[in-house]
T-cell receptor
Framework: QKEVEQNSGPLSVPEGAIASLNCTYSDRGSQSFFWYRQYSGKSPELIMFIYSNGDKEDGRFTAQLNKASQYVSLLIRDSQPSDSATYLCALKYSGAGSYQLTFGKGTKLSVIP | GAGVSQSPRYKVAKRGQDVALRCDPISGHVSLFWYQQALGQGPEFLTYFQNEAQLDKSGLPSDRFFAERPEGSVSTLKIQRTQQEDSAVYLC?????????????FGQGTRLTVV
């Protein structure tokens, strides 16, 4: 069973603060990791993906991957009310020929003005 | 098209009714995925097509679920004899190819409610 675990939240942060979203996974064969943002009633949209240990930065977003600890996180700097959404962690693992995404349940983030 | 298009956006079906959900992927995208998202949950994989070939249907929950993509473009997910537990949002996603680092683009989904 390949599992992706996320704290369902809600996670509340004040505007301008750093939001930290965490995800752990069970399958060491997992190769690529994706963060999707999903607004209520909308489809998931990709924020960024990471496949190498370390940090990857894109604007206000930083993804961090630690394969030894089977842990991936997303930091959102200078959080804005428009960042309020559910954040889905997903992975792809080698051995799945279809390269489908395996998702966590998502963490609901609320940025308070 | 500009993005992945799904229709209908909303569908209410009486228990036992058959339904068909349509997905029109981004033009030229080889890979097409169907996911099921229950309320408060993350999407769960149902099936995968590479062009017209259905290469993985391991996520289909029962033999009441059937998917096709006969010409390698538009796909249809059919659910026969719908049950209340089938109520969910059905998401279609497409990508240019299949690899570990390829982005999948999602459609807006079809919200199915079985009453």
């Amino acid at each position: 069973q390949k599992e992706v675990e996320q704290n369902s939240g809600p996670l509340s942060v004040p505007e301008g603060a750093i939001a930290s979203l965490n995800c752990t996974y069970s399958d060491r064969g997992s190769q690529s990791f994706f963060w999707y943002r999903q607004y209520s009633g909308k489809s998931p949209e990709l924020i960024m993906f990471i496949y190498s240990n370390g940090d990857k930065e894109d604007g206000r977003f930083t993804a961090q991957l630690n394969k030894a600890s089977q842990y991936v996180s997303l930091l959102i700097r200078d959080s804005q009310p428009s960042d309020s959404a559910t954040y889905l962690c997903a992975l792809k693992y080698s051995g799945a020929g279809s390269y489908q995404l395996t998702f966590g349940k998502g963490t609901k983030l609320s940025v308070i003005p | 098209g500009a993005g992945v298009s799904q229709s209908p956006r909303y569908k209410v079906a009486k228990r036992g009714q058959d339904v068909a959900l349509r997905c029109d992927p981004i033009s030229g995208h080889v890979s097409l995925f169907w996911y099921q998202q229950a309320l408060g949950q993350g999407p769960e994989f149902l099936t995968y097509f590479q062009n017209e070939a259905q290469l993985d249907k391991s996520g289909l929950p029962s033999d009441r679920f059937f998917a096709e993509r006969p010409e390698g473009s538009v796909s249809t997910l059919k659910i026969q004899r719908t049950q209340q537990e089938d109520s969910a949002v059905y998401l279609c996603a497409s990508s240019p190819g299949g690899s570990l680092n390829t982005e999948a683009f999602f459609g807006q989904g079809t919200r199915l409610t079985v009453v």
